[in-house]
């Protein structure tokens, strides 16, 4: 495929295989653009940025919504390429292209609802007679910077909100997955966006990365990634708006009174879906002692029927990572454990890309296994003497994205939410569950600002504020 900016598809002599990660085979290419790239895209959005906030926040709902009707019509296709471009099984890439659908839809939604607010001025001495209002401006250009785990939904989270806005957006999509990316810019030309509103570069983060983040034309960066270079955006970023949405080891608490069946089957698919590569996985359990062997005997034969192989397949449950190196530090970060006292029930064996869906029980806290983000299918689970314990275990990191509690106590629960330090918490249910109009974004090290169309358009606007003085 070609990369999109100023306004038409583009090629370059040097070019990035795309490749399936399951097989090694080469699906496509993409350009290998350069810093001059993003310039020639930013100089383009300029243009864009200036028609985008020209129109009518009807007509930019109208565009969203033919786009999400295209997306449905392809959805069996956009699937294949997420799952084979990324590694997910078919039924999880098409579960994320309806999902995408269902982000440029509510964001459609959302472009008609940006409202303003009315101050009560004459509350304020010598306000008396003053009319005040706030009126929420598009940002201008916002940069896009996606990684490798959801292709598309991700992708949409940032460019459905930023247009529904009134800006214009760049798109730096992961270089292991520009498939998707690209083919939601076709579809939204082809559902009538401006080309100048919108640039699609394909190439090297570090390179691409510095230069669109450092351009004084860009004001706003949403970034999805990884903690390290979430941070280094934000030292790079200057005076910008980010939104930062980073990684976790999130955690699930067992109560002695939990549904432990319950408990199990939804591990059983928040720890291993997309080979654990999402970043409200779940990594940790800390369970009560009388919760901890029953749920244990409940998870193993779950997690030794999730069957591994070709995501195309469909009796495949579980497809590879990303790319081997990821797997060999999976690989790694289980045997550390095993070494260090943690007993492996089932799994750890890797070949090539795909690592066993794993789990380890006795697992110490201070492990790496359990304290870092592992983004790998292997779910630690530790015993904890109390309720009290399992909360500061669960605060024990530096994440704070997604974690679960599991019991049938309703001020158990209550405490729960007010005192765990997450983003988003889940009573009765695993940490990977998202519905994509909710706020979502973390806390600490797990990022800044919210996506979710109406949250990301709040991030992705700025506020003036209007007196009219009688
Ligand atoms: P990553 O390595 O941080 O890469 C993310 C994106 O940043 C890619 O497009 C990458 O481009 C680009 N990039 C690399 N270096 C850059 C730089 N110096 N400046 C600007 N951009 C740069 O993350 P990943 O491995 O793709 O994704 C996994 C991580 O994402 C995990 O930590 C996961 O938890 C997190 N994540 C968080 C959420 C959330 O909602 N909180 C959702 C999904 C994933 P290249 O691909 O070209 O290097």
């Known amino acids: 495929m070609k990369m999109f900016l100023a306004g038409r598809w583009q090629d370059r002599p040097r070019s990035i295989e795309v490749r399936n990660p399951f097989n090694g085979e080469v699906i496509d290419t993409v350009p290998h653009g350069t ?22 926040a009807y007509d930019r709902s109208a565009i ?10 392809c959805e069996p296709e956009l699937g294949r390429t997420i799952s084979q471009e990324e590694g997910k099984t078919l039924a999880e890439g098409t579960f994320e292209a309806s999902r995408a659908r269902e982000t ?12 303003s607010e009315v101050i009560p001025l004459d509350a304020a001495p010598g306000g008396k007679g003053k009319l005040g209002f706030t009126l929420r401006v598009p940002c201008g250009i916002v940069a896009a910077i996606t990684p490798f785990n959801f292709p598309l939904n991700l992708v949409a989270h940032k460019v459905g909100p930023a247009l529904a806005a009134g800006n214009a957006v760049c798109i730096k999509p992961a270089s292991d997955t520009p498939l998707s990316a690209l083919k939601l810019v076709e579809i939204l030309l082809e559902a009538g966006l401006p080309p100048q509103a919108i640039a699609c570069v394909t190439g090297g983060g570090g390179e691409l990365g510095t230069a669109l983040c450092t351009d004084r034309r860009v004001r706003k960066i949403s970034f999805t990634g ?8 934000c030292r790079m970023a200057g005076v910008k708006r980010v939104t930062m ?10 109560l002695d009174d939990a549904d432990i069946e319950q408990a199990a089957s939804l591990v059983a698919v928040s720890g291993y879906s997309n080979a654990g590569q999402v970043c409200i996985s779940t990594q940790r359990i800390l369970a009560t002692p009388q919760a901890y062997g029953a749920f244990l005997d409940a998870l193993t034969p779950r997690v030794k029927e999730l069957r591994t192989g070709n995501p195309l397949d469909p009796a495949t449950r579980m497809g590879p990572m990303i790319r081997e190196q990821d797997a060999c530090r999976v690989e790694s970060w289980v045997q550390e454990a095993v070494a260090s006292g943690a007993r492996l029930v089932t799994g750890g064996q890797r070949e090539g890309t795909l690592f066993e869906p794993t789990l380890l029980a006795e697992v110490a ?3 790496r296994i359990s304290c870092e983000e592992l983004f790998g299918p292997a779910v630690a689970v530790t015993r904890v003497d109390s309720f009290d314990e399992a909360i500061r275990l669960a605060n024990d990191s530096p994440y704070g994205l ?6 049938r106590d309703i001020s158990r629960a209550l405490r729960f939410a007010r005192e765990v330090d997450s983003g988003n918490l889940h009573i009765n249910w695993g940490t990977q569950w998202r519905a994509d109009l909710m706020p979502y974004g973390g806390l600490k090290n797990s990022g800044l600002g919210k996506e979710g169309p109406h949250y990301a358009i709040r991030e992705m606007t700025e506020e003036k504020m209007v007196v009219i003085h009688g």
């Open 35 to 56: 810093p001059d790239d993003v310039n020639r895209a930013v100089e383009g959005l300029v243009e864009g940025a200036r028609l985008m906030r020209d129109m009518s």
């Open 64 to 73: 969203l919504r033919r786009a999400a009707a295209l997306m449905q019509a």
């Open 104 to 115: 440029i839809d509510v964001s459609a939604d959302e472009a008609r609802r940006i409202g």
């Open 226 to 233: 990884s903690y390290a270079i979430g941070d280094a955006i």
């Open 245 to 254: 949405e980073l990684g976790s080891n999130s955690p699930v608490i067992l």
């Open 365 to 367: 806290p201070s492990l």
């Open 402 to 407: 997604s974690a679960s509690l599991f019991t």
